[in-house]
């Protein structure tokens, strides 16, 4: 077994490292000290003629070199890691999967104070305050340190070694992947691997619930009702199941009340959770629910499809659909906690994942170059559910990196109040204008929500090219790839006229009678206003006529 240390500046994975690989006569691997073999500088040289960009890209190296993961029980190598390696999650995905990683933590200030009498020069920390720069990287990094078992490290080094050692002997029992925790306003999001039924247990007992009341649909809970039968029955955690039907179809008025009629039966108390377990159409139905059922109880989602995992569960936006329109009902409750588990996305159809990878595309064009690359390059093998995507991190690097990107920018601006694309929630509109509307026009059926999508990003970078927002390379990439991915490239058979009076009504809807458009800028995106309505006219036309090569005005 390969045991990992992380932890921040100065929490003693060297000495802590050295002494338990001694102490199991196993190997001892800094991964400093490779990164500093392989380029023949110190670390100090190598940000100074690198950047933290050129180190990261060697320290990624050294990661992907430590090979697969050694599965005998026995502790055969102890890698003590940069204090960032854990920042990225490919890094992550190696070093904390089929092996025992282990959190040093201690307090920044407590940190700060051993920096200080250290010999070693610490490139970020250096030339700041000591204090408020361990404070920064604790709080930026605890996410992903959470990952990892937790050990206090400001105790005498035997004690440590003795926790670590208990630890070493519970391994085989573990279970799963642990790539991430974070608690915020958004709820504790939780992502990981194998870790459904378990993390659903955790957070079950952390609210105290006597039970679990799940709202489900038969298709979701095909998928993963064994696990999480099996996970609350090991801790003779009663289950109740409450299921809706499967798709938009569960978003009706009539069903939430059948619902809620359903939920009087069971008697579910005013703090007791609703626990979510399917994709997007399911958990705006039982968020909805959750937000308004004796006016608010607990929530925790378990999204089940790549839409839920990347968007829909985070955010804490709920809906129901009317007849008028989709989403037209609903309220704002933030889960208490959300379990995202990358495994159970290897049964979704194939028209799922690639339809969810129109919002991957968005998340990437808001400005995240590594998923963008990583869509050009694996994309395909991800719609296609190949075993090596899911094995080899790329699934979960994609979930993590768009499910990240979506908490950040609802976290700067929850309710949707800022305009301002650099900052606001508005900038997750991309693509969404027409999208909107063509689902509209196609009556809310036989269009998946992230093909609408899709459609919506080729109208905004032509747009966007058009008003010279968007550069005209950073257009044709964003079209190619979505060609690539099959994606908005279908002719629609849908009426210009209907696509058109649903931009009418969310221009209305938007209070002030604006219909902002977000479109790709340089290396972000940026909202206008001014967008002419012939054009708009025009470029629509030419994305319902489908396209596989870029066609811009
Ligand atoms: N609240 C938000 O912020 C937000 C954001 C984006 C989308 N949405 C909403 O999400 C909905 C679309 O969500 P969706 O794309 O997840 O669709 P969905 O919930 O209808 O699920 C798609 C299909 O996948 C099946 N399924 C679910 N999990 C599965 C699994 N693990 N294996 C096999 N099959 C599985 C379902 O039974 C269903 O047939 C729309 O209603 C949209 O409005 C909401």
């Given at each position: 077994m390969d045991v990992i240390l992380v932890g921040?500046?100065?929490?003693g994975k060297t000495a802590v490292g050295r002494r338990l690989a001694h102490h199991h006569g196993a190997e001892f691997i800094d991964l400093d000290e490779v990164v500093e073999r392989h380029a023949g500088q110190s670390i100090p040289d190598i940000f100074a003629s690198q950047g933290e960009a050129g180190f990261r890209s060697l320290e990624r190296a050294a990661v992907a070199d430590l090979g697969p993961a050694d599965r005998?029980?026995?502790?055969r190598r102890v890698v003590a890691t940069g204090g960032g390696a854990v920042l990225d999650p490919r890094n992550r995905w190696r070093l904390y999967r089929r092996r025992l990683p282990i959190w040093l933590d201690a307090r920044p200030e407590v940190l700060a104070q051993r920096l200080r009498r250290s010999p070693t020069i610490r490139p970020l920390v250096v030339g700041r305050d000591p204090i408020s720069a361990m404070r920064g990287l604790a709080d930026g990094r605890r996410p992903f340190y959470a990952g990892a078992e937790r050990v206090n490290a400001i105790v005498q080094l035997p004690s440590v070694l003795e926790t670590v050692d208990n630890l070493v002997a519970e391994a085989p029992s573990r279970r799963g992947t642990l790539l991430l925790r974070s608690d915020s306003r958004l709820g504790r999001v939780t992502i990981g691997e194998g870790i459904l039924g378990t993390a659903l247990v955790e957070e079950l007992m952390r609210l105290e619930a006597r039970r679990a009341v799940v709202i489900t649909e038969p298709g979701a809970w095909n998928a993963v009702g064994g696990e999480i039968r099996e996970s609350l029955a090991a801790r003779a955690i009663p289950l109740e199941i409450v299921e809706l039907p499967q798709?938009?179809?569960?978003?009706r008025m009539a069903v939430i009340e059948e619902t809620a009629r359903t939920l009087a039966d069971l008697r579910v108390a005013r703090d007791e959770p609703l626990v979510a377990v399917g994709g997007g159409a399911l958990g705006d139905a039982a968020g909805f629910l959750a937000a308004v059922w004796l006016r608010g109880v607990p929530l925790i989602h378990l999204p089940t499809t790549l839409v839920a995992q990347i968007d829909s569960s985070i955010g804490g936006k709920t809906g129901v659909d009317l007849p008028e329109g989709k989403n037209l009902i609903g309220a704002f409750h933030q889960p208490a906690a959300i379990v995202i588990d990358v495994?159970?996305?290897?049964?979704?159809p194939e028209r799922e994942r690639r339809a969810a990878l129109g919002e991957a595309v968005k998340m990437a064009i808001l400005g995240d170059e590594r998923l963008f690359e990583l869509l050009e390059s694996d994309g395909d093998a991800i719609v296609h559910g190949e075993d090596a995507v899911f094995e080899d991190g790329t699934v979960a690097e994609l979930v993590e990196r768009c499910a990240w990107k979506k908490i950040e920018v609802v976290s700067a601006d929850e309710r949707e109040a800022d305009s301002d694309a650099g900052a606001g929630r508005i900038r997750l509109n991309l693509g969404h204008t027409v999208g909107h509307g063509l689902e509209a026009a196609a009556g809310?059926?036989?269009?998946?929500h992230g093909e609408a999508v899709a459609y919506g990003l080729r109208a905004a970078c032509r747009l966007g090219a058009a008003l010279g927002s968007t550069p005209g390379a950073r257009a044709d990439r964003v079209e190619a790839l979505l060609s690539r991915l099959g994606l908005g490239v279908d002719p629609l058979h849908l009426a210009l006229d209907a696509i058109l009076a649903a931009l009418d009504t969310d221009k209305k809807h938007a209070g002030d009678g604006r219909l902002r458009w977000v479109l790709p800028n340089e290396a972000g995106v940026e909202v206008r206003d001014d967008v002419p309505v012939d054009l708009i006219e025009e470029i629509v036309g030419g994305v319902l006529a489908g396209s596989g090569a870029p066609a811009r005005t």
């Open positions: 921040l500046p100065g929490s005998d029980p026995a502790v798709g938009e179809a569960a978003k495994a159970v996305l290897r049964s979704l809310y059926s036989g269009l998946r």
